[in-house]
Every structure is written in C-alpha cells, then in structure tokens.
C-alpha cells in the first residue's frame, strides 16, 4: 500500500497494459528498465496467477512446472514470478513529474515490447485502507 503525500492526495501511477501477457525474461528486463526511470517510486504487476500445485481437476496436488513461473533478478534482488504479467503499475513520487516520466516509460515500452501497449495516467491501486481491511485485520 502506497503512502500518501503532505498534502493527502494519492500519489499518480502510470498503467503499461501490454497487448499481450509478457515472458518472464521480459517482465524481467522491463522491471529492471523501469527502475531506471528518475522519480520512480515503487511498480506492482498484475496478471494471470501461475500456481505451483494443481487446485482442481484429476491432477489435485500434483506439482505444475510452468516454464514462467521463476526466479527474476530485479534491482539485483531475487523474486520468485508467480504471475505472468498482463498489467505494470509505475507510481510516480510527484504529480509535476508525470509528464517526463511518461516520455521515459513509452521510450522503453518501445524498445522492449514487440508488440502494442497502451499507456494511462491515473490511480490504479488503492492508497488508503478500507473498512474491509480493517475487518481482515489488515491494519489496526
């Protein structure tokens, strides 16, 4: 959950929707390039789950070796992908930035993406906790 800023207002994300779900090494370089990007505060990503036991069917608890679903290095930190990537969510630390930022985000869109994307300036995930979250026991 992302912070607000001084003046409470929930800071801007740039949503990457590419036209198709993305490869691990892909997601991978394309994290790691974002990172790059100056005013960069934080990126979620979103996609189709990739689970490491069948749930369901006459497989039930059988091991699934999805080729996706792996180690990436992103800013030199191992992570397991358990998601292939259908969505980039980029928060932006200031509104005044957004414009640069964009430039710098669909040059590199470009460059790593073989295929359309769209780009959307917004807010995208929430910012504050909700009265379910309180119940969850999420916060306190």
């Known amino acids: 959950m ?10 801007p994300e740039i949503q990457i929707f590419p036209e198709r779900l993305l490869s691990a090494s892909t997601t991978e370089a394309l994290l790691n390039k974002l990172y790059t990007v100056k005013n960069v505060r934080q990126i979620n ?14 497989g039930t608890g059988d091991p699934v070796n999805h080729p996706e679903r792996r180690m990436i290095k992103v800013r030199g930190e191992d992570i397991e992908l358990t998601v ?16 640069q930022a964009l430039k710098e985000v669909e040059e590199i ?12 300036v ?12 309180y119940k969850k026991g999420l916060v306190k």
């Open 122 to 133: 917004g807010r995208y995930n929430k910012f504050q906790a909700t009265t379910s979250d």
């Open 2 to 11: 992302s912070t607000l800023t001084s003046e409470g207002v929930p800071l």
């Open 109 to 120: 869109c470009k460059e790593l993406l073989p295929f359309n994307f769209t780009l959307e």
């Open 84 to 99: 292939q990537v259908g969505r980039i969510f980029v928060e932006i630390c200031d509104i005044d930035f957004v414009p």
């Open 45 to 58: 990503i979103q996609g189709e789950g990739l689970p490491s036991i069948m749930k369901a069917g006459p």
